[in-house]
């Protein structure tokens, strides 16, 4: 998957375009769970394949958000390997 930037003439904030189209991912992947379901989340870097995985440790369907995801990235960041033009696979642990 890869996030397209958004259309002409809509809210162009990089961070809140970002956390819509994860939380859009997110409710479209845990479709099928009840809120209190236990998930966990990896991301990898399928360029960089040395780069360590980072994920969410399992918690509650409920508990998973864009803000969850992003946190995520924040403390990533010092990977300088993970760019925003990278391929990332997100893979949930049921």
Partial sequence: ??????PEGQDSNPMSHFLDRVTEL???ALRDLDGSDMVGITIS???????RAIGI???????????VIWSVFEVAQSNARYNALDKLVMTSIL
């Fill in 1 to 6: 998957m890869r996030l397209l930037p958004p």
């Fill in 26 to 28: 997110l409710d479209y």
């Fill in 45 to 51: 870097n399928e360029v960089e394949v040395k780069d």
């Fill in 57 to 67: 440790s399992l918690r509650r369907r409920d508990q998973i958000t864009g803000d």
